[in-house]
């Protein structure tokens, strides 16, 4: 069974991705459950689960927040049990940050988004993706990873889209893999309304919607581990 750690703030957008995370492991026939920073998460509770999924969220991982210490202690419990973990933009920042503090997380040089190609190396995590291009939308980057991790994915504005640690089930994705076509065309539109300083980092290197779709892949390969 999967725990998906839901770490936005805003309601609205909060109950979107709840509903966007619930149907992709529905469709995929897979039992889910879904939890906030913030809920009671005792040993005991977190022991019925096989696999941790760790959203993005509005929040800066390259700062210390109010519920760092109850993401890492999930964070900690699933890796100490060597169950699988997937974490999603903030997600992956907050990771890496739980494993090796506050050096594994910075402000990068410029924001990262668009819709954008991402170089991915063989791995479980990508069987059945080729030359994806996928949703981001950042501005923190995870840096300064040990020999533990390898770094499985790259591209031109950020070193470390993905990584695996210590050849364990467990990863970053700095993308969204959970972001469809509509889904990212509307949010883009919306950010852009909201800020339009964002217009000069935009950019969109989409040739057709396959390229997106196929990321869903992710989920699956995902659950098909450990």
Request: glycine content about 4%.
């Amino acid at each position: 069974m999967l725990l998906i750690l839901n770490t936005i703030i805003d309601l609205e957008k909060k109950r979107k991705y709840d509903l966007i995370f619930s149907n992709i492991f529905r469709n995929l026939n897979y039992d889910s459950e879904i939890c906030y920073p913030k809920d009671e998460m005792s040993d005991s509770k977190l022991s019925q689960f096989s696999h941790l999924l760790i959203t993005g969220s509005e929040l800066f991982a390259s700062v210390d927040n109010e519920n760092d210490k109850q993401i890492f202690d999930i964070i900690h419990y699933f890796i100490k049990h060597s169950k699988s973990v997937l974490g999603i933009c903030y997600g992956h920042q907050i990771l890496a940050k739980a494993i090796l503090g506050s050096k594994a997380c910075r402000k990068a040089e410029k924001p990262e988004f668009g819709w954008k190609k991402v170089k991915l190396d063989s791995n479980p995590l990508f069987e059945g993706i080729e030359n994806p291009v996928s949703y981001e939308s950042h501005y923190d980057e995870v840096c300064n990873l040990t020999a533990d991790f390898r770094i499985i994915a790259v591209n031109d504005d950020c070193p470390i889209q993905a990584f695996q640690y210590k050849n364990r089930p467990v990863w970053g994705v700095q993308f969204h893999p959970e972001i469809d076509y509509k889904t990212g065309e509307y949010a883009f539109q919306q950010r852009l309304l909201e800020n339009h300083e964002l217009t000069k980092y935009f950019k969109n290197e989409l040739t057709n919607t396959q390229q997106i779709e196929q990321n869903f892949e992710i989920f699956k390969n995902f659950i098909e581990t450990n």
